[in-house]
């Protein structure tokens, strides 16, 4: 079956409807909004950008590396070893665990992270988190949490009490005075909480500061954030290199928000210098950038035979987006601008277990005031949660869940034929596998 035959089928599926007002709100809004040739120009910071010559085209690519030929990509393969070892994702790290407003009220909440239970709740404003299991008979408190006081755990079977601050064993209801009190404590994890996100340190030892474990720019001040989380059953990996994949692209041909919000967007795009993937390794947060608008040709049809078989809906003369897109240890990755040039995605992939990870698509946003944070809220809510993040972005969690079967063995990373826009995929797995601080054991 045709692949634009799936998604039109997926699209109905989910419900995928834009109402007379949204479609309004976008005409007006974007009116008066021009820009010349795509590709060229200049970026938000007022930087020239060319397109490549076709010199530059032929000339290779792969940042540090020269990836084109079978013989370069196997040769890449002997370098990301740990990367084919972090099922699970890597240790040490901040990960976002759930939305603030999940835990608005005085609610207790189960998460898997990595493989790991945890119990979430806010104690007077401040959200701890606590391993998910009884030391008693190893049930999940978070099966039917009992919260009698502020800052307790109660278990639902026989009463054990933990404090919610140390995870020490403060009571047993069932057994009154008992001697097992002060004496066993449960796992605490630290909690941290910015931008209406629960981030939580999976690791040994004191966390660094969050701002080296997400991409630059997410905990800017004035920065308005809005985002949605889903499980999808694929692991974190597939997730991660869907995202970051340059050529991916071509799955969003027939994307609704494309013409819904008048983007440019290629069916491909190719390698045409060196210099388009940049590797941060110096400082933290590290990750591998690739720079699309200034390093890579567009392609924006295909023929077979000489005959034209598929055209980018988005053509030359509309709004230009996507200049950069990066990716982020522990996992997480940043398209600049996107979907609208006042506006950036972030997203996370973070490992649940094996075979399923927590897909974040998070939008931000410049707002000054508390006026204009409402007013994102809103067009959030009204517009770009539909039209990009599930109109655009469904696309991906269809061609991971395609991904699946494949790179659920490890021997997928020595049958996979890799071409040369893979080289991006290449470098984070180097870069991962080089500077990660602990891989999550396999239980
Ligand atoms: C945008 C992209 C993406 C993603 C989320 C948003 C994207 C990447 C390259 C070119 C165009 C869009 O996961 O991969
Ligand atoms: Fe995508």
């Known amino acids: 079956m045709r692949a ?5 089928g997926r699209r109905r599926q989910r419900g995928l409807v834009l109402s007379g007002p949204e479609l309004l709100m976008l005409k007006t809004k974007y009116r008066d909004l021009e820009q010349a040739s795509p590709f060229e120009g200049t970026d938000r910071s007022g930087e020239p950008v060319k397109m490549p010559t076709k010199d530059e085209t032929a000339a290779g690519s792969g940042g540090e590396l020269h990836l084109e030929t079978p013989e370069d990509f196997a040769q890449a393969r002997g370098s990301f070893a740990d990367y084919v070892k972090a099922k699970l994702g890597f240790r040490n790290y901040w990960y976002p665990a759930l939305l603030s407003e999940e835990l608005a009220g005085g609610e207790a909440k189960g998460v898997r992270l990595l493989g790991e239970k945890l119990l979430l709740r806010r104690v007077n404003g401040t959200v701890r988190a606590v391993q998910d299991q009884c030391l008693h008979m190893g049930v999940r408190f978070s099966r039917k949490p009992e919260c009698y006081t502020a800052d307790t755990i109660t278990c639902w079977y026989h009463g054990f009490t933990y404090s919610l ?27 941290a909480e910015a931008k209406g996100i629960v981030f939580v340190f999976i690791g040994d030892g004191a966390p660094g500061p969050l701002s080296h474990d997400v991409p630059p720019g997410f905990l800017d001040d004035g920065l308005a954030i809005n985002g949605i989380r889903d499980d999808v059953k694929t692991n974190w990996r597939v997730g991660a290199e869907n995202g970051f994949d340059t050529t991916h692209i ?15 967007l290629p069916i491909g795009l190719v390698p045409s210098n060196r210099q388009g993937i940049e590797v941060r390794d110096q400082s933290e947060p590290k990750g591998v950038l690739d720079h699309m608008a200034q390093s890579y040709s567009p392609v924006f049809e295909a023929s077979i035979g000489g005959e034209k078989v598929v055209e980018s809906r988005g053509l030359k003369g509309e709004k230009r987006v996507a200049a950069t897109v990066s990716i982020w240890m522990p996992g997480s990755l940043k398209v600049d601008p996107w979907p609208d040039p006042e506006l950036i995605q972030f997203e996370w992939y973070v490992p649940v277990d094996v075979d399923r990870h927590m897909y974040w698509r998070v939008l931000g946003k410049q707002a000054k005031s ?34 699946e079967e494949f790179y ?3 021997e997928a990373w020595t049958s996979e034929h890799l071409f040369k826009p893979d080289a991006c995929k290449v470098a984070w797995r180097r870069l991962a596998s080089r500077i990660n601080r602990g891989i999550q054991p396999l239980k």
């Open 370 to 403: 508390a006026d204009e944070v409402e007013a994102f809220r809103l067009e959030f809510d009204s517009l770009w949660k539909t039209l990009a993040l599930r109109g655009f972005n469904d696309q991906d969690i269809w061609a991971r869940e395609g991904l």
């Open 408 to 410: 659920r063995n490890d």
């Open 4 to 8: 634009s035959a799936r998604f039109r």
């Open 165 to 191: 601050l140390d995870g020490k064993l403060v009571a047993i209801l069932t057994e009154p005075g008992s001697k097992l009190c002060g004496k066993l404590s449960l796992k605490t994890y630290p909690v």
């Open 250 to 264: 071509y799955i969003h041909r027939d994307s609704v928000l494309i013409p819904g919000n008048r983007l440019m």
